[in-house]
């Protein structure tokens, strides 16, 4: 039998020891959780560090993200080859595998990024839904694991934690277990300063599976886990702990959580628990101990790879979790551009049309709305993913946007699944957190969002997004997309898909888009971010640049214009993050020298980097207001009319220069 | 006694009349919860229709916005005058007080601006808290009303509901009340689709009183909202509802949310009613019945009013109620530019400064934190608001970022006390949602954070922001204000204080920010947006253009490239909004026609308002890393070298132009 009680402490030290050498950390957490980590690994884990990347390892997400060293330390004494002591020894630094918060590096063992609270266990109930939804297409014979998510009091406080709770209780996604620090000490000093709730109560009242333990009791944890582990709902490990148990000036105090600590506090420390080993240095029979979990973790995994040689499945899987497409995909994608509608639509049905499409072809795709089914269309012969049948390939996620975007990121992280989210743009705002996370981890998650502008019409101002694009296209790694029709709906969707490396986002219409593309579909023109539509007719006196169900308008200034002699050319701008990206020369040449104007239907802020001064713009220049989508483009001067006066009076200021 | 089910029928038929004359509408709530409505304005609520700004009225808000027919049924019926039968014929076209959604018009009896699911229930958890702070300063004779919130369940699978919850059962704010119209319906359909949690559970976990009722019982409503009343915890009626009751083809359907009505639903709903009256018409005696709230409200008022004349706190609760600063402000604001400190000081502790010293003469300073206490250092002298002490000035939010948001909505909405948000910026898009709804209320809400860019140090890019400066700069009439020192600090709060009409955001940092202002500070600068803090020493060849901590690089820059002969001159930009309000020839000066370089730890999104082809941003170009802040602002390039080098470079290119 293991010694669990020196695994724990060889946690403990470690942290102990990377936080002494960093100059800072919080101890709080790995020095609490010792125990609740090691009886974990000793016992429960499957993982094998020599292969991180098992795609039917158990996921591990610290979501008290601050307690880092909690998950190094583990990851280190487990074996993983990346967290080495030359790593710990970086905590911290730049560069290192140990940085200050756990960020995404799977080979790693760090599964997800966290720190910011509620997000990680937001992203384990995608994680265990994943699971739930791969085990249903693939069987237990390729896919069998659990998701461990560390939570703190923090994590649980937050509306995206309290989502969460609530979302995998309804979905009974049994094999998701939250272990609860339940230290009574959040930064500000005593929880009862901010929550007196019963919090075993609100999970059982959403369906959990919820036992109450000491968190320092080894045995008592080992049970929990195992309960845990046999029963179908969700469970909630609520282990009572000691934050920064272990060092005694600190322990059960606010200081505990993250205040500085010295060379003293360690001796200190050593005393109290008999650790006679100097910095960084962990005995090898406390190495050997932790070894089961290698040990484990590998026959399982070799036990596996046996198993999947002899499943017909094995391919599809393989791909899948590479998150490559399907062979075909390109004649698919074609196929997809030269469906779309040339009629009136708007955007939000032909990003359904889309969806709808790869339904078959890419079972990956996972379409999860925040209870808009109808207004935005994407599930239509999708089956509703439930906690009877997990084959569904549409979530019904509730009004729960901040959830539904973590759970993206939870989804993509898994891997061998593409979400795909759904909801209204004004509604951006909720995700926007999680959509974050996804940037900044690189995940290839689809944000699709309807009602994109005062197009929204009589809902009004609280539904009508007018600076929210601006604020996505100031995120770095999100390619933000607002497709001007069908086509360009279709090729946003296409480039989104064969982007493995970052989230993507379309802002579509509610009302109908007036087809501008035409015939001309050969080749995937979104793919350079903006291009000429139409050019002039003879030298451009005159560019209009636009977006969306704008580029409509601009056409019809267009022919307004050139009737009047001047010659136009209307740029279609889908996505701006692409357009950059070009060579110099191309952006010249699309932009041209004429004067331009820039239209969409939000505020001007970002547009100053494709109009100079002396350019126009006609958009919005405060939140929108309740009326019909044509009262409110009229009523806010987004009008071809107002185009072609611009236009005009630009042209003659131009000449008369 | 009152035919109060007759004044329910008021209800539904004006939202029948109103939906019918739109063409389009919610009619599932103002059907549903039409006699929870009824009983609420017959014997409980207190509302002067004849003076809809009576401080000491209760506030009604409707969380479930989409069905704002309810309350402008509601309001019209009860007396209030902006809402007359006109009125309710431009229900949602422009320039109707019966927007699509509610939107604050407290006038017409409009508290808040609502339709974000979740919103209205956390601001009305703001009101109640509102309420309790006024009543422990000002006392019973002046302040004594109730918060009434109809709820929906979207509004209740919302994270920033469940923060509301849990939040509003720790204070005990035992006058707030949730009806929530329990109708098992959502957009989706059932709600089993999406949640099967024990709601009644959930809020008795989180401490509040919890009655379940027939939703159309009037006998029980009237039982449950007194039972509400005496009841000293925060109340949920779980009122039992028929979505859309009252028209046969839709009630209890799906189709009842929204589904488009026709003239003979209405025949049939009449049919069915005994409502025998022609399209916005309402029987006398029904509209008698009515009056009561009028009658009871009238009388109430007038007795508040006698009372209030002798009361010695009734001068300073009309000038808090007002909004005015307190007699002596402008003293005070110069008091506080001039004790700025000169020494190297974060600009999070300088805003800290400034906050401690309003804490006696401005009472009005409400403080919300999300357990941040420690670091951003805001609480001081002030005492906790708790459950039993409601005088405190600072409020333990627990790590619930969007509830305080929307909190910092209900309190200001309520009048007589200015909220002060703080917590890290990079927890703004956590609060997001909710500042948009200040902004597009202009509500008074400072949001203060630290931790405003890479400077956050080794905590990493979770924490640290690089593109919400940017994201918030797009929102319309947010006022956001990145400070150089702890004078730029002072000038933004007093700016802040000052600005009645909408919401102010301070962007602060962690790390000390070096003194740029010196001794100038008789006067406020930062009024104007930006201004030229360091002349160029003869014909400018330069302009730095900087905010934040970067200002104090700039001038480091400017030192070293007048020393090699290059005249520049820094120009500080602590409020970009405040500038671009400026006049042209002002911000011309300013800016000057030498080349420029702009410098900001951030993305370089929307500087190009300010920077023509050819200059040069200093800055970001995707997220942060971990390590400590000077390693990072090397290892970013972010520096006084590279701002000389840059602007060497840019002087030599200008000069063989």
């Not at 050997?288 to 391919?315: F, K, S």
């Not at 809902?459 to 360009?488: C, K, Y």
Request: proline share 5%; hydrophobic share 45%; net charge negative.
């Amino acid at each position: 039998m293991p010694d669990i009680q020196q695994m724990a402490n060889a946690i403990r030290f470690l942290a102990i020891d990377a936080i002494l050498n960093a100059g800072e950390g919080h101890q709080g957490v790995p020095l609490g959780m010792a125990e609740i980590a090691a009886v974990l690994c000793a016992n429960h884990l499957k993982a094998d560090p020599a292969d991180p990347l098992w795609p039917d390892r158990d996921r591990v997400v610290l979501s008290n993200g601050h307690g880092s060293m909690l998950l190094y330390a583990l990851l280190h004494l487990a074996g993983y080859e990346a967290v080495s002591t030359e790593a710990l020894k970086t905590f911290r630094r730049l560069g290192s595998v140990c940085a200050g918060h756990p960020e995404i590096e799977q080979h790693a063992g760090v599964e997800i990024t966290t720190g910011l609270l509620g997000q990680g266990i937001a992203c384990a109930v995608g994680m265990a839904l994943a699971e739930a939804r791969l085990a249903a297409e693939f069987g237990p014979v390729l896919v069998d694991h659990r998701t461990w998510a560390f939570v703190g009091d923090g994590c649980l406080q937050e509306g995206v934690g309290q989502e969460a709770i609530s979302l995998a209780g309804h979905l009974r996604l049994g094999k998701l277990t939250f272990l609860w620090d339940d230290n009574h000490i959040t930064d500000d000093g005593d929880t009862l300063l901010s929550i007196s709730e019963d919090v075993p109560a609100r999970f059982r009242a959403a369906g959990w599976h919820v036992e109450c333990l000491d968190g320092h009791d080894i045995a008592a944890i080992d049970t929990a886990l195992a309960a845990a582990t046999a029963d179908p709902r969700p469970s909630l490990l609520a282990c009572r702990t000691t934050i920064a148990r272990g060092l005694p000036r600190l322990q059960g105090r606010r200081g505990g959580h993250s205040a500085p600590i010295t060379p003293a506090d360690r001796a200190e420390a050593a005393a109290l628990t008999g650790w006679q080993h100097p910095a960084f240095d962990v005995p090898a029979a406390v190495r050997a101990d932790w070894g089961r979990l290698a040990e484990r973790g590998g026959a399982a995994r070799r036990a596996w790879t046996a198993r999947q040689a002899a499943d017909p499945g094995a391919a599809d899987f393989a791909r899948r979790v590479a998150g490559r497409l399907p062979a075909g995909w390109a004649g698919l994608a074609t196929e997809l551009r030269q469906a779309a509608t040339a009629e009136p639509r708007p955007t939000i049905a032909a990003s359904g049309d889309v969806c709808d499409a790869l339904a078959g072809p890419l079972p990956e795709t996972l379409v999860l709305c925040a209870d808009l089914e109808a207004p935005t269309n994407h599930k239509r012969g999708r089956a509703a993913f439930t906690a009877q049948d997990r084959a569904g390939g549409y979530v019904h996620c509730g009004v729960r946007e901040h959830l539904m975007g973590a759970m993206a990121c939870g989804i993509a992280a898994h891997g061998g699944l593409r979400p795909v989210n759904v909801t209204y743009l004004a509604f951006a705002d909720y995700e926007r957190p999680a959509m974050r996370m996804a940037a900044l981890m690189g995940l290839p998650a689809l944000f699709v969002f309807s009602h994109d502008s005062i197009g929204v019409g009589s809902n009004g101002p609280t539904h009508q997004p007018v600076e929210i694009l601006a604020s996505f296209r100031a995120m770095p790694n999100m390619a933000v997309f607002r497709p001007a029709d069908a086509v360009e709906t279709a090729e946003a969707w296409e480039i989104a898909l064969e982007t493995g490396d970052g989230p993507s986002l379309l802002a579509l219409s509610r009302q109908d888009a007036m087809p501008v593309r035409g015939a001309d579909r050969a080749e995937n023109r979104s793919r350079r971010g903006a291009y000429v539509l139409a050019e002039a007719r003879g030298n451009r006196a005159l560019t209009l640049l636009a977006t969306g169900t704008e580029v409509a308008l601009a056409m019809a200034a267009r022919d307004a214009l050139e009737a009047e002699g001047i010659a136009t050319a209307v740029v279609s701008m889908p996505c701006w993050e692409l357009f950059e990206a070009q060579d110099d020369g191309y952006r010249a040449a699309v932009l041209g020298e004429a004067p331009r104007i820039g239209i969409e239907a939000a505020m001007q802020f970002g547009w100053e980097r494709w109009l100079r001064p002396g350019d126009r713009f006609i958009g919005m220049t405060g939140f929108g207001a309740s009326d019909r989508a044509e009262a409110l483009y009229a009523h806010f001067g987004i009008t071809a009319e107002r185009i072609v006066e611009a236009g005009r009076a630009l042209v003659a200021g131009a000449v008369s220069r």
